[in-house]
């Protein structure tokens, strides 16, 4: 009876160390701010800047950034903390006002005149 026990729990433990195994390609969204093509460019490479991620495309329509990457290597805290230090806000990392700052102009996606004139 012991043994069909202790047999049972260490299946049990091998399940959930394999359901916590973590992806190599893992694929993840996250909204990030920006206006322009120029943001584009700074966005995918300030998401490709982060060790483990493999793709990064971020849709000026939708402001959707689509990231494949290690998760063994880094986590999507990560990938937008190198976002946000490029100076693109994210939901839960805003880029510091110093690196905001220094975008160009046309990139000043807090100001809602650039927004409109971006519409247009």
């Excluded at 893992?26 to 483990?52: H, P, Q, W, Y």
């Excluded at 990392?93 to 990139?107: S, T, W």
Aim: charged share 35%; aromatic share 6%; hydrophobic share 35%.
């Amino acid at each position: 009876m012991k043994r069909v026990l202790l047999i049972g729990v260490l299946l049990l433990m091998s399940f959930q160390v394999a359901a916590q195994k973590k992806k190599r390609n893992a694929k993840t969204t996250f909204k990030v701010d920006g206006v322009c093509m120029m943001c584009k460019k700074r966005i995918e490479k300030g998401a490709l800047n982060s060790k483990g991620v493999k793709f990064a495309s971020w849709n000026l329509e939708t402001h959707d950034l689509q990231v494949i990457f290690d998760e063994r290597k880094t986590s999507v805290e990560s990938i937008k903390e190198s976002v946000a230090g490029v100076g693109h806000d994210t939901k839960e990392v805003k880029a510091e006002k110093e690196v905001y700052d220094n975008l160009h102009p046309c990139c000043k996606y807090r100001s809602d005149e650039i927004i409109i004139d971006h519409k247009e």
